[in-house]
């Protein structure tokens, strides 16, 4: 199981690695999801993406980094529900950051959408220590 979690979790390290140059700066951490109201404000929105994207590879880095053999058959079924959302806030994170203006409500909507699940899935398995 331990192996399992390792695979998928550095299997979304390297997604990252490939992901847009927006995930690979460094975020602000002034910026403010509920700030982000006007044109002027949609950097701020993407700037505070990157901060909950950066915060959320520590989270799942260290969760591989402190898995165990004696996962149960709930710890299975949180690792994949973690795992789906977790690829959902990315794919959900990288269309905000390419999304026109005429898109971007829905875009804004789906990723805190993506961001909700990410946050229940990871209550359900409630890792020790994060």
Do not use: C, H
Not at 22 to 51: E, F, H, I, M, N
Not at 79 to 94: F, K, N, P
């Amino acid at each position: 199981m331990k192996t399992r979690i390792i695979v998928l979790l550095g299997a979304a390290l390297v997604l990252a690695g490939v992901a847009p140059s927006w995930s690979q700066t460094t975020p602000s951490p002034a910026a403010s999801p509920a700030a982000a109201t006007s044109t002027d404000s949609r950097d701020g929105y993407l700037q505070s993406v990157k901060l909950s994207m950066a915060s959320w590879r520590a989270k799942l880095a260290d969760l591989g980094a402190r898995a165990s053999n004696g996962t149960t058959a709930a710890g299975k079924d949180a690792e994949t529900d973690i795992s789906g959302a977790w690829a959902r806030v990315e794919l959900a994170a990288e269309r905000l950051d390419s999304v026109g203006v005429a898109g971007w409500a829905d875009a804004k909507a789906a990723y805190e959408r993506a961001v909700d699940d990410m946050n229940a899935a990871w209550a359900k398995f409630k890792p020790a220590k994060t």
